[in-house]
C-alpha cells in the first residue's frame, strides 16, 4: 500500500510563468509529469508527483502555475497556487537568475518566510551572475540550476534532505500509548461499507504503528471478538475498534478493558482531543432550528447506512436534539456558510495533513462553533466516556468529568 499523501512532506514548487518549474519537476522526477513549454502559463491545476526522497521519505512535490498569471482563469490559477502553499511543509521558489526581482516576487516570498515556511531558492537560467536585486536572496538556502544540464538537481535534493530535522512530522497514531512487548488488539468490522480486499486507512496505519513499537496484534471482527478474547489466555493492553461497533465491543469487554477507537487514535494524532471534550457541554445547549454540519474530509462511496450520512444524524437526533437541520459536506464551509453554523462533528481526517485538520479547529474555535470528531460522538452516545479516552493520561487528567456525571452520561 503506498503512502497516502496526506502522510506524505509537502514540496511546493512555485514562481513566475516561465521560471522553469515544471522542467525543475521533471529534473527531479527524472521523468516527465509535468507539461514543459516556451509558451507562458502551460501549468494550470498544480500537479502532484510523489516519490521517495532519502532521508526525508515520502514526500509529494507540487508543481503549481505561476504566481503572475493572468485574466478571470489566471486568477483562479493563482488561487490554486496559494492553496498548495498554504499546506507546503517546504518551498521551493523558483526564478530566473538574469530577470531583476519583481514585487509580486519579493511579496510572496515575504509571505512564505512569515508563515514559518522552511524555504529553498532555486536559481535558474544562469549564465554568468545573478541579476543585482536578487543577490539578497542568497541568504536563504539556494541552489543555482541549470534545468538543460541537470546541474544543480543533485544539490538540491541534497538541500531538501538537509531539512529532515527541521520539518514536522506527525506522530504514529498509538505514539506514546503503545509499548515493546504489548498485546494490542484491533476490532475490525467487515460490512457493506467495507472496502473489498482490503483494511480502511486507520487500520493499516495503526496496526503498522503497533509493529513498529515491536508490539503484537491481533486483529478480529466484532462477530468473533468475544470467542477470540476468551481464547487468547491473557488480558490485551488495549483494545483498537471501529467507533461503530463501540456498543457491541463494550458489552462484550471487561469493564477494566482499556478500550478506544480509530476515529479517536486519529483525532489525536491529526488535531488535539482536549478541545472535542471541552466542546462536549455545549452540544446539550444546542437549541431547535440550530444548523448541525457534519465534516467528512475524503471521497469514499457512500452506501446504506453510512456513517456521516445516516448513523450519525440518527444518533444526534436521538441523545442530542431532534428538531435540526443536519448537513453534511466534504468541504470546508467558507467565511459566509460558517457563520450559519451552531456546531460541528468532523471525520478522522485521516486523508488530509495535521496541517489542515488543526487548520479546520482553528477556524471554527475561533467562531465559538463546538466541535467533536466521530469517534468522541460516538463514545459519547455510547456511555463510553471517559473510558474511551483513560488510555491517554495526557488528556484524561486534564478534563473535568463532573458534566458527563451529572448528565448521566458516564459508566465511569
Same mark, same amino acid.
Given at each position: ?58 514526500? %509529494?512535490? &507540487? ?47 515575504? &509571505? ?17 551572475? @545573478?541579476?543585482?536585486?536578487? =543577490? ?53 468490522? @467487515? ?53 461503530? %461497533? ?45 444548523? !448541525? ?30 428538531? %435540526? ?26 486523508? !488530509? ?15 465559538? @462553533?463546538?466541535?467533536?470528531? &466521530? ?19 495526557? !488528556?484524561?487528567? =486534564? ?14
Amino acid at each position: 500500500m503506498k503512502t497516502p499523501t496526506s502522510e506524505r512532506l509537502k514540496i511546493v514548487v512555485i514562481g513566475l510563468r516561465n521560471s522553469g518549474k515544471s522542467f525543475l519537476i521533471n529534473n527531479i522526477a527524472e521523468k516527465n509529469v509535468a507539461i514543459v513549454s516556451d509558451l507562458a502559463g502551460t501549468t494550470t491545476d498544480p500537479v502532484a508527483h510523489t516519490m521517495e526522497l532519502s532521508d526525508l521519505g515520502p514526500v %509529494v512535490f &507540487y508543481d503549481t502555475a505561476g504566481l503572475d498569471d493572468i485574466g478571470e482563469i489566471g486568477k483562479l490559477r493563482v488561487e490554486k497556487s496559494r492553496e498548495k502553499l498554504d499546506l507546503a511543509d517546504i518551498v521551493v521558489f523558483v526564478t530566473n537568475s538574469n530577470k531583476n526581482i519583481i514585487e509580486l516576487e519579493k511579496n510572496y516570498i515575504e &509571505y512564505i518566510l512569515k508563515n514559518n515556511k522552511l524555504l529553498i531558492i532555486a536559481f535558474t537560467f544562469y549564465q554568468e551572475e @545573478i541579476a543585482e536585486d536578487k =543577490k539578497y536572496l542568497t541568504s536563504f538556502p539556494y541552489v543555482v540550476v541549470d534545468n538543460t544540464s541537470k546541474k544543480g538537481i543533485l544539490e538540491l535534493k541534497k538541500k531538501l534532505i538537509d531539512f529532515k530535522d527541521k520539518v514536522e512530522q506527525e506522530a504514529g497514531p498509538v505514539e506514546g500509548i503503545v509499548f515493546q512487548n504489548q498485546l494490542i488488539l484491533l476490532v475490525t468490522p @467487515i460490512d457493506i461499507s467495507a472496502p473489498k480486499r482490503r483494511l480502511i486507512l486507520p487500520q493499516v496505519e495503526t496496526l503498522r504503528d503497533i509493529l513498529d513499537k515491536d508490539a503484537s496484534a491481533l486483529v478480529v471482527k466484532e462477530t468473533q471478538l468475544e470467542k477470540l478474547y476468551k481464547s487468547i489466555g491473557r488480558e490485551p493492553d488495549l483494545v483498537i475498534t471501529d467507533s461503530q %461497533v463501540f456498543h457491541i465491543v463494550a458489552k462484550i469487554l471487561p469493564q477494566k478493558q482499556p478500550l478506544t477507537s480509530f476515529s479517536i487514535l486519529m483525532a489525536r494524532k491529526k488535531g488535539e482531543l482536549l478541545p472535542f471534550l471541552e466542546s462536549i457541554p455545549k452540544f446539550f445547549q444546542i437549541k431547535d432550528g440550530s444548523h !448541525i454540519l457534519i465534516l467528512e474530509l475524503c471521497n469514499h462511496h457512500r452506501q446504506d447506512g453510512d456513517i456521516g450520512t445516516v448513523k450519525i444524524p440518527a444518533l444526534f437526533r436521538k441523545f442530542i436534539n431532534a428538531n %435540526v437541520k443536519i448537513s453534511i459536506t466534504r468541504e470546508f464551509p467558507g467565511s459566509f456558510e460558517i457563520k450559519d453554523i451552531s456546531a460541528v462533528i468532523m471525520c478522522g481526517g485521516c486523508m !488530509i495533513t495535521r496541517k489542515q485538520y488543526t487548520q479546520n479547529m482553528k477556524i471554527l474555535m475561533e467562531h465559538n @462553533i463546538p466541535i467533536l470528531n &466521530y469517534g468522541i460522538f460516538l463514545a459519547l452516545v455510547n456511555n463510553l466516556l471517559p473510558r474511551a479516552i483513560e488510555v491517554f493520561p495526557e !488528556i484524561y487528567e =486534564k478534563f473535568d468529568y463532573s458534566f458527563f456525571k451529572s448528565c448521566n452520561l458516564t459508566n465511569a
